[in-house]
């Protein structure tokens, strides 16, 4: 089947690292990715990692990937208020091009 | 490149009207998708095209809805009537392959009264 499972909030305070994670279903999965909305805006891409990696740094975000759990998590280290946004767990499909979103996690920083 | 454009940003019509969005995608890009976002059910794929071919439509959620990409440069989506419930935030999406990397416009906000 194909679902992504992501909590629908986190509350972090400035400066402390951010864990937001992420679970899904279908273990033919390829790619998975990590995409940023920010308010009025439409989503970007952050990072993706390939299913066969177990993780991924690029410079603040450390992606990690749990194949046998089909748990992925994003890092935010030294969260800024900038870094404020929902922030969406995704995956593409080995048996078509369709890429299945979760329904968001809103970070929300604290001073 | 300007990025995907989608219009109107903002659309506030009656129940019962006509509702045509549109979007330009990002130039090259072969995949064109259309995606529904609300709260109760977040990010919704209605329908997604290759090489202007409707692949896959079952999101489409009923009838009412259809979408068409008359070449490259150009899509529409279409609600026919409209209802109070189709009020949401459509983005549209364009990617080079299919392997994930979208790039969204910064979406339609449809208000049906």
């Known amino acids: 089947g194909e679902d992504v499972e992501q909590s629908l909030f986190l509350s972090v305070r400035e400066g402390d690292s951010s864990v937001i994670n992420c679970t899904y279903t279908?273990?033919?999965?390829?790619?998975l990715y990590w995409y940023k909305q920010e308010p009025g805006a439409g989503l970007q891409l952050l990072t993706y990692i390939f299913s066969n990696m177990d993780m991924k740094q690029d410079q603040r975000l450390t992606v990690l990937l749990n194949k046998k759990d089909k748990h992925l998590s994003l890092r935010i280290a030294d969260t800024q208020t900038g870094d404020s946004a929902i922030y969406f767990c995704a995956e593409t499909l080995l048996r078509d091009d369709k890429i299945i979103f979760g329904k968001g996690t809103r970070l929300h920083i604290l001073p | 490149d300007a990025g995907v454009i989608q219009s109107p940003r903002h659309e506030v019509t009656e129940m019962g009207q006509e509702v045509t969005l549109r979007c330009k995608p990002i130039?090259?890009?072969?995949?064109l998708f259309w995606y529904r976002q609300t709260m109760m059910r977040g990010l919704e794929l209605l329908i997604y095209f290759n090489n202007n071919v409707p692949i896959d439509d079952s999101g489409m959620p009923e009838d009412r809805f259809s979408a068409k990409m008359p070449n490259a440069s150009f899509s529409t989506l279409k609600i026919q009537p409209s209802e109070p419930r189709d009020s949401a935030v459509y983005f549209c999406?364009?990617?080079?392959?299919?392997?994930?990397?979208?790039?969204f416009g910064e979406g339609s906000r449809l208000t049906v009264l």
């Open positions: 999406a364009s990617s080079p392959r299919g392997t994930g990397e979208l790039f």
């Open positions: 130039s090259g890009h072969d995949y």
């Open positions: 279908d273990s033919s999965s390829t790619y």
